[in-house]
């Protein structure tokens, strides 16, 4: 008779000693907190664009092919659909200026793409943008002009999202400010200005100035000739 023996080999997903790697990789966002207003056009000096950290990786051993192998970022602006940007680290990603311009609540979003060889995970976060500077105020208890060489300012900064720091100083370069600020003999006489600069929460700056002018020569005596 005719015998025939048949082999059937079946592809094992991240096979090792038989093991079926059956669990996506895990995602998780760790930066920037999906309740903290972000402008993502604002660049940290030291990186090419707005920065998001991730955590992505795969409960299967290493040794039973349980690795994260390719990592892909999608982002979305507004009411336009995901749109893929291409690979990225499986830690972070930078996304370039421009990639979001919708302000409000929940606007624009970020979504990493995780695999392992064999299985995918997805993982989304949305923001809330906001791009509006912070308001400042500044009074002065001081005429202009004036003869006096002592001045005090009051300012006072408001924001949506949180003001994240103030600075602030006379004729020249800014320190860090809490409260109001008082200046005694100034000199010399002439235009002096008082600078208020504010940034809010999300990294938005605003700048406001208040000039006078000092003027402590006294009249000079005119002698009638007649």
């Known amino acids: ?3 025939i023996i048949a082999f059937f080999v079946f592809p094992q997903e991240s096979s090792a000693y038989g093991h079926l790697d059956a669990t996506a990789p ?8 999906e309740s903290q207003a972000i402008n993502p056009d604002i660049e940290n000096p030291s990186n090419p664009g707005f920065k998001v950290i991730y955590e992505a990786k795969d409960t299967t051993p290493n040794d039973l092919g ?3 192998t390719d990592c892909a970022l999608y982002t979305k602006n507004g009411d336009d659909g995901w749109r893929g940007q291409g690979p990225v680290k499986c830690t972070e990603a930078f996304i370039i200026k421009g990639w979001c311009n919708v302000e409000g609540t929940n606007t624009c979003g970020i979504r990493i793409g995780a695999s392992d060889g ?7 976060r949305f923001f809330t943008i906001d791009k509006t500077s912070p308001r400042i105020t500044i009074s002065s208890n001081r005429s202009d002009p004036t003869q006096k060489t002592d001045a005090e300012f009051r300012y006072s900064v408001s924001d949506e999202y949180g003001v994240g720091r103030i600075e602030c100083g006379l004729d020249g370069s800014l320190q860090s400010c809490i409260s109001s600020r008082k200046y005694q003999n100034i000199s010399p006489d002439g235009k002096h200005t008082f600078r208020v600069r504010a940034y809010d929460k999300p990294g938005n700056m605003a700048e406001k100035s208040l000039s006078w002018t000092i003027d402590s020569t006294p009249p000079t005596s005119i002698t009638s000739l007649s």
Request: charged share 20%; hydrophobic share 35%.
């Open 66 to 68: 349980g690795n994260v």
């Open 1 to 3: 008779g005719v015998f």
């Open 118 to 124: 064999s299985r995918i995970t997805q993982a989304e």
């Open 26 to 33: 895990s995602l998780t966002f760790k930066s920037p907190d």
